[in-house]
């Protein structure tokens, strides 16, 4: 006989591994870390989130290898505004067609993640912004409600709905900022980036935190007004806020929660309000258990608990006695005890408890109430008979055991989720998960129904099987501790015997694998068929049942095993036990009444945040203060954004911890004090308060120098061009990890009012350029570089110093190419079919007639999308051309850009710029092609994309050294890859002796 599994030689469960959550945004989102991680670590949940690249939500749900593709056991969370993918068009070229292609497309790409990726993806889709303009407006906010509902409809999306966010006052219109959405794409206020943490903390919670089960309810001062005692039935009053919680306990029952009272009173008091008091809103019928006595409350809860059998950590208690809720807190720290408050604020705190949350109701749900009432009539019966075969004749029991249907998965993957004890591997399931082996092959999947002549105990039992090699292989078989001991798992043994004998199989293998909950799983495949057990590990054994044998077993009422038995009443067990003040550390949860009373908005969230960060000034340098009502306005900020006490006036923003995107915070609330717009690159001229207050005060003038210091250092001097957004932030990594002797500058555009730059040739740029940075360093050799654009405008200017007769001794171009460079064939093309074969795959759950159709609707609706994407491109082509036309006017003339024309953007005149452009070549071995490695979505690099693997720059520059580093085509300026860019840099400039 194989040796048994005992918890002596077993080993310890393995520790759950940290939560990864990964959150994808059409606009920037770092805003939402702070708040985000604050929750999270406030509801113990312990979780790393991590931000994917920024506007790359179709990448990431695109791509198995991008950030979100790649967690499969964490929760993804993508956030979407329908406005941002059309940002930068003018509202001239954006139609119906246009709007609801994206949104056709975004649903088609969370389906094909949904097939790749089987865990839970929160998906919210915000309203639209006043930014957006008014006859857009209701084209957009239809389009996002019919996507809101499309998302519903596939399989493990978790929506955060417009209710969702409305509970913790998020509002677009209230929290939407102008000047920081303009600055750095940061639509929110703080306080609403707060909100928006909050829906998501919330969702969190619901996902990694199971609903507990029952809501107990004090009644006098909770449910009603007064004291029934004292005041009598008629005497009681039913104001709105009672009535609030009265309403709150039926909506909760009705999701499956089992409602009790506890109450200190007389019991016919109690009876006669619910009796004689029409306009009671809860009814008896709402109600499963009551203790309504003079013992302690504590104690009555232990006494509802034995008679649910249910442990304590599924019960909430609301109460309106501060007494009586902390002798309750004391006595039992795993029942959640709700102090409830104020009327004023009782509907908020009924909103905002989060205990009873759940992702998906099921028809169990709902009828839970009844079911355990139908348990308590068996209960009682079982008590009043002595033959046990007697008992279970008398309950006419019926077992239907199917292939689980539409209604169902729900209901398969909860079970999954929650039954622990007859559970043979523990493996949890996701819907979208079982639906997918639903539709595998050889996969045999079986829900078990039992009713009997008391009533129906609903879904109870599932199990998933394979047929390998001809063996039933068993990789799930579970069943809900209510009917064991019934005869329903010999039923299931039987019945997977007939499906395994039905396809030839010779075996049935059921996999068992120990947990410390599990041993009535193990104790009944004993029973059964304990000669046929192979121990593989000692915590791993497989029954390996002869199907002759397995047809044949049969419930023996009265010998079923002690451990199954005592499955039924293992939670009441459980309850006696006193809790050690370790455990009552663990269990106690009163973080759900801050949760229901004050961290219910945004700012409350804020404000919780910053009192946690504020932090003492740590530098060497003496501490300045302010001179006037600018700097003291400065000061504020500085310290409310940077979480500092006492910052000087001429402290460093960087040294104290300031960031690029703090900068457009702090730059978005300078612009509501003052009515000044600054740019970002401005911190790098003024990075302290005093300097800063220069460009504020009213006799400040603007100044044309576009050489930057981004990290001073030494002789020698590394000058880095913009990027095709007239960007030099992006280098200030780069320029930190370079060394002392070196200093490095950037250099932006020159630009003048509604004019991004008044250079309308790559050519003319980079003679202005040239003539900046000799103010800087007025003789050779120089050093050269820039990322995309500004590695083609560094060519130029090395080119044109060269001709001038100065030595250049670096040009380092990062994943640049040359204005005509190839690009690899086909691309669209391919990323096209991919589509296509999710679509064709997506169309194979439908009958042939649905499928025709789906796929003609499908098909018809991308050829009219690529024509209006086209038609789209074509026009925004003509009138960039004609602006840029008007701009080329404008410069000659030295006249101002006309008022009734949208600007254009800096992007849009460098492209037009590179079109005009012919570079000239160069015979220097001091060109540098630094390539990044890898990348996706818009961070995706160059060598992905172009044919040659030069990008055309060989054509110019025969002698031109290539290399590769790390990162993408943006990412290789971001930590960690910058340090080994800067390095590759230092060296070729510290070899040039």
Same mark, same amino acid.
């Given at each position: 006989? &194989? !040796?048994?599994?005992?918890?002596?030689?077993?080993?310890?469960?393995?520790?759950?591994?940290?939560?990864?959550?990964?959150? &994808?945004?059409?606009?920037?989102?770092?805003?939402?870390?702070?708040?985000?991680?604050?929750?999270?670590?406030?509801?113990?949940?312990?979780?790393?989130?991590?931000?994917? %690249?920024?506007?790359?939500?179709?990448?990431?749900?695109?791509?198995?290898?991008?950030?979100?593709?790649?967690?499969?056991?964490?929760?993804?969370?993508?956030?979407?505004?329908? !406005?941002?993918?059309?940002?930068?068009?003018?509202?001239?070229?954006?139609?119906?067609?246009?709007?609801?292609?994206?949104?056709?497309?975004?649903?088609?790409?969370?389906?094909?993640?949904?097939?790749?990726?089987?865990?839970?993806?929160?998906?919210?889709?915000?309203?639209?912004?006043?930014?957006?303009?008014?006859?857009?407006? %209701?084209?957009?906010?239809?389009?996002?409600?019919? @996507?809101?509902?499309?998302?519903?409809?596939?399989?493990?999306?978790? /929506?955060?709905?417009?209710?969702?966010?409305?509970?913790?006052?998020?509002?677009?219109?209230?929290?939407?900022?102008?000047?920081?959405?303009?600055?750095?794409?940061?639509?929110?206020?703080?306080?609403?980036?707060?909100?928006?943490?909050?829906?998501?903390?919330?969702?969190?919670?619901?996902?990694?935190?199971?609903?507990?089960?029952?809501?107990?309810?004090?009644?006098?001062?909770?449910?009603?007004?007064?004291?029934?005692?004292?005041?009598?039935?008629?005497?009681?009053?039913?104001?709105?806020?009672?009535?609030?919680?009265?309403?709150?306990?039926?909506?909760?029952?009705?999701?499956?929660?089992?409602?009790?009272?506890?109450?200190?009173?007389?019991?016919?008091?109690?009876?006669?309000?619910?009796?004689?008091?029409?306009?009671?809103?809860?009814?008896?019928?709402?109600?499963?258990?009551?203790?309504?006595?003079?013992?302690?409350?504590?104690?009555?809860?232990?006494?509802?608990?034995?008679?649910?059998?249910?442990?304590?950590?599924?019960?909430?208690?609301?109460?309106?006695?501060?007494?009586?809720?902390?002798? +309750?807190?004391?006595?039992? *720290?795993?029942?959640?005890?709700?102090?409830?408050?104020?009327?004023?604020?009782?509907?908020?705190?009924?909103?905002?408890?989060?205990?009873?949350?759940?992702?998906?109701?099921?028809?169990?749900?709902?009828?839970?109430?009844?079911?355990?009432?139908?348990?308590?009539?068996?209960?009682?019966?079982?008590?009043?008979?002595?033959?046990?075969?007697?008992?279970?004749?008398?309950?006419?029991?019926?077992?239907?055991?199917?292939?689980? /249907?539409?209604?169902?998965?729900?209901?398969?993957?909860?079970?999954?989720?929650?039954?622990?004890?007859?559970?043979?591997?523990?493996?949890?399931?996701?819907? #979208?998960?079982?639906?997918?082996?639903?539709?595998?092959?050889?996969?045999?999947?079986?829900?078990?129904?039992?009713?009997?002549?008391?009533?129906?105990?609903?879904?109870?039992?599932?199990?998933?099987?394979?047929?390998?090699?001809?063996?039933?292989?068993?990789?799930?078989?579970?069943?809900?501790?209510?009917?064991?001991?019934?005869?329903?798992?010999?039923?299931?043994?039987?019945? @997977?015997?007939?499906?395994?004998?039905?396809?030839?199989?010779?075996?049935?293998?059921?996999?068992?694998?120990?947990?410390?909950?599990? =041993?009535?799983?193990?104790?009944?495949?004993?029973?059964?068929?304990?000669?046929?057990?192979?121990?593989?590990?000692?915590?791993?054994?497989?029954?390996?049942?002869?199907?002759?044998?397995?047809?044949?077993?049969?419930?023996? *009422?009265?010998?079923?095993?002690?451990?199954?038995?005592?499955?039924?009443?293992? !939670?009441?067990?459980?309850?006696?036990?006193?809790?050690?003040?370790?455990?009552?550390?663990?269990?106690?949860?009163?973080?759900?009444?801050?949760?229901?009373?004050?961290?219910?908005?945004?700012?409350?969230?804020?404000?919780?945040?910053?009192?946690?960060?504020?932090?003492?000034?740590?530098?060497?340098? *003496?501490?300045?203060?302010?001179?006037?009502?600018?700097?003291? /306005?400065?000061?504020?900020?500085?310290?409310?954004?940077?979480?500092?006490?006492?910052?000087?006036?001429?402290?460093?923003?960087?040294?104290?911890?300031?960031?690029?995107?703090?900068?457009?915070?702090?730059?978005?609330?300078?612009?509501?004090?003052?009515?000044?717009?600054?740019?970002?690159?401005?911190?790098?001229?003024?990075?302290?308060?005093?300097?800063?207050?220069?460009?504020?005060?009213?006799?400040?003038?603007?100044?044309?120098? $576009?050489?930057?210091?981004?990290?001073?250092?030494?002789?020698?001097?590394?000058? @880095?061009?913009?990027?095709?957004?007239?960007?030099?932030?992006?280098?200030?990594?780069?320029?930190?990890? +370079? %060394?002392?002797?070196?200093?490095?500058?950037?250099?932006?555009?020159?630009?003048?009012?509604?004019?991004?730059?008044?250079?309308? &040739?790559?050519?003319?740029?980079?003679?202005?350029?040239?003539?900046?940075?000799?103010?800087?360093?007025?003789?050779?050799?120089?050093?050269?570089?820039?990322?995309?654009?500004?590695?083609?405008?560094?060519?130029?200017?090395?080119?044109?110093?060269?001709?001038?007769?100065?030595?250049?001794?670096?040009?380092?171009?990062?994943?640049?190419?040359?204005?005509?460079?190839?690009?690899?064939?086909?691309?669209?093309?391919?990323?096209?079919?991919?589509?296509?074969?999710?679509?064709?795959?997506?169309?194979?759950?439908?009958?042939? +007639?649905?499928?025709?159709?789906?796929?003609?609707?499908?098909?018809?609706?991308?050829?009219?999308?690529?024509?209006?994407?086209?038609?789209?491109?074509?026009?925004?082509?003509?009138?960039?051309?004609?602006?840029?036309?008007?701009?080329?006017?404008?410069?000659?003339?030295?006249?101002?850009? *006309? #008022?009734?024309?949208?600007?254009?953007?800096?992007?849009?005149?460098?492209?037009?710029?590179?079109?005009?452009?012919?570079?000239?070549?160069?015979?220097?071995?001091?060109?540098?092609?630094?390539?990044? =490695?890898?990348? !996706?979505?818009?961070?995706?690099?160059?060598?992905?994309?172009?044919?040659?693997?030069?990008?055309?720059?060989?054509?110019?520059?025969?002698? $031109?050294?290539?290399?590769?580093?790390?990162?993408?085509?943006?990412?290789?300026?971001?930590?960690?890859?910058?340090?080994?860019?800067?390095?590759?840099?230092?060296?070729? +400039?510290?070899?040039?002796?």
């Amino acid at each position: 006989m &194989s !040796e048994k599994v005992t918890q002596d030689n077993l080993k310890k469960e393995a520790v759950d591994e940290k939560l990864k959550i990964v959150v &994808s945004a059409t606009f920037t989102i770092d805003y939402l870390l702070p708040s985000l991680n604050y929750l999270l670590d406030f509801t113990k949940v312990s979780a790393d989130v991590e931000l994917a %690249p920024y506007h790359q939500v179709f990448q990431q749900l695109l791509d198995p290898f991008s950030t979100i593709g790649q967690n499969n056991k964490g929760i993804n969370i993508c956030i979407v505004r329908i !406005e941002d993918f059309f940002r930068d068009q003018f509202e001239s070229t954006i139609t119906q067609t246009h709007i609801e292609k994206i949104a056709s497309e975004l649903i088609e790409a969370v389906r094909q993640f949904n097939l790749k990726v089987k865990n839970s993806l929160l998906f919210a889709v915000l309203p639209c912004s006043p930014r957006v303009a008014g006859h857009l407006k %209701p084209i957009i906010n239809n389009v996002t409600s019919s @996507l809101r509902n499309d998302l519903l409809k596939v399989n493990a999306v978790v /929506d955060i709905s417009a209710q969702d966010l409305s509970s913790v006052s998020f509002d677009v219109d209230a929290g939407y900022d102008t000047v920081s959405d303009e600055l750095a794409h940061v639509p929110f206020s703080e306080s609403t980036y707060a909100a928006l943490a909050l829906a998501i903390a919330r969702k969190v919670h619901l996902l990694k935190t199971p609903a507990r089960k029952v809501l107990v309810l004090d009644c006098d001062n909770t449910i009603w007004q007064g004291v029934v005692g004292e005041d009598g039935v008629e005497g009681i009053v039913l104001s709105d806020a009672f009535l609030a919680i009265q309403q709150f306990a039926i909506d909760t029952q009705s999701k499956g929660v089992l409602v009790c009272l506890a109450s200190k009173n007389a019991e016919k008091d109690v009876m006669d309000v619910f009796e004689k008091r029409d306009d009671m809103l809860l009814k008896m019928q709402h109600i499963v258990a009551h203790r309504i006595n003079w013992e302690p409350k504590y104690a009555n809860l232990q006494s509802l608990a034995s008679e649910l059998n249910l442990g304590l950590d599924s019960f909430v208690f609301l109460d309106d006695n501060p007494v009586e809720c902390g002798q +309750m807190r004391q006595a039992l *720290p795993n029942v959640v005890t709700l102090q409830v408050p104020k009327d004023e604020i009782v509907n908020t705190f009924l909103r905002h408890i989060w205990l009873f949350d759940k992702q998906a109701i099921t028809e169990e749900d709902t009828k839970r109430t009844q079911m355990y009432r139908e348990n308590s009539a068996r209960q009682e019966l079982e008590s009043n008979v002595t033959d046990i075969h007697e008992f279970l004749a008398s309950l006419d029991l019926l077992i239907d055991i199917q292939a689980p /249907d539409e209604n169902d998965f729900s209901r398969v993957s909860q079970l999954t989720q929650r039954t622990n004890q007859f559970n043979f591997t523990t493996i949890r399931r996701s819907e #979208s998960e079982i639906r997918g082996l639903a539709e595998a092959d050889n996969t045999i999947l079986r829900r078990v129904k039992v009713s009997d002549r008391f009533g129906d105990y609903g879904l109870v039992g599932f199990c998933i099987a394979k047929i390998i090699n001809q063996v039933l292989v068993v990789d799930t078989l579970l069943l809900s501790c209510r009917v064991l001991g019934r005869g329903v798992e010999h039923a299931i043994l039987r019945s @997977l015997a007939d499906i395994a004998k039905e396809a030839n199989c010779t075996r049935l293998d059921i996999e068992y694998k120990y947990t410390s909950k599990n =041993e009535p799983a193990r104790a009944f495949a004993d029973s059964v068929a304990d000669k046929f057990n192979e121990m593989i590990t000692d915590v791993h054994s497989i029954y390996r049942i002869p199907i002759s044998h397995a047809i044949a077993i049969k419930h023996i *009422p009265g010998k079923d095993p002690e451990a199954v038995i005592n499955a039924r009443t293992s !939670e009441t067990k459980k309850i006696s036990k006193p809790l050690t003040n370790q455990a009552a550390k663990l269990t106690h949860a009163d973080y759900y009444e801050e949760l229901a009373t004050k961290l219910t908005d945004g700012q409350a969230v804020l404000n919780a945040l910053q009192s946690t960060i504020i932090r003492q000034r740590d530098l060497n340098t *003496p501490y300045i203060a302010p001179q006037n009502s600018i700097e003291s /306005d400065l000061q504020a900020l500085w310290q409310n954004l940077l979480g500092i006490e006492s910052i000087g006036v001429e402290d460093d923003y960087f040294a104290i911890g300031g960031t690029s995107l703090l900068a457009a915070r702090l730059f978005t609330e300078i612009a509501h004090l003052y009515n000044v717009r600054l740019k970002l690159t401005t911190i790098l001229d003024a990075p302290t308060i005093r300097r800063l207050s220069g460009y504020i005060s009213p006799d400040h003038s603007s100044t044309s120098n $576009i050489v930057v210091t981004l990290k001073q250092g030494g002789s020698k001097k590394l000058f @880095l061009v913009h990027d095709g957004d007239g960007e030099i932030l992006l280098y200030r990594n780069l320029a930190l990890c +370079m %060394p002392n002797d070196i200093e490095v500058f950037g250099i932006k555009p020159y630009s003048a009012p509604n004019i991004p730059t008044i250079h309308n &040739s790559i050519e003319s740029m980079a003679v202005y350029y040239v003539s900046a940075l000799r103010l800087k360093q007025s003789s050779g050799p120089y050093y050269l570089g820039g990322m995309c654009a500004g590695g083609l405008i560094a060519y130029a200017m090395a080119t044109y110093l060269e001709q001038s007769g100065e030595k250049v001794n670096l040009v380092a171009i990062l994943d640049a190419a040359t204005p005509h460079a190839a690009k690899k064939p086909n691309l669209a093309t391919k990323a096209r079919n991919q589509r296509l074969l999710a679509m064709l795959q997506e169309s194979k759950k439908l009958n042939l +007639m649905h499928r025709a159709i789906y796929l003609a609707k499908h098909i018809i609706t991308k050829i009219l999308n690529t024509l209006a994407w086209e038609f789209n491109s074509r026009l925004r082509y003509v009138l960039v051309k004609l602006r840029f036309k008007v701009l080329n006017y404008v410069l000659k003339h030295n006249k101002s850009w *006309p #008022s009734f024309l949208p600007a254009l953007t800096f992007r849009e005149i460098y492209n037009s710029a590179e079109n005009q452009c012919q570079l000239k070549s160069t015979t220097s071995e001091k060109m540098l092609l630094i390539r990044a =490695e890898d990348g !996706e979505g818009d961070d995706v690099a160059y060598q992905k994309i172009y044919a040659d693997e030069t990008f055309g720059w060989r054509k110019l520059a025969p002698k $031109i050294i290539q290399t590769d580093v790390l990162g993408g085509h943006a990412s290789m300026l971001q930590e960690p890859n910058a340090k080994g860019l800067a390095n590759l840099i230092k060296e070729r +400039m510290q070899a040039d002796k």
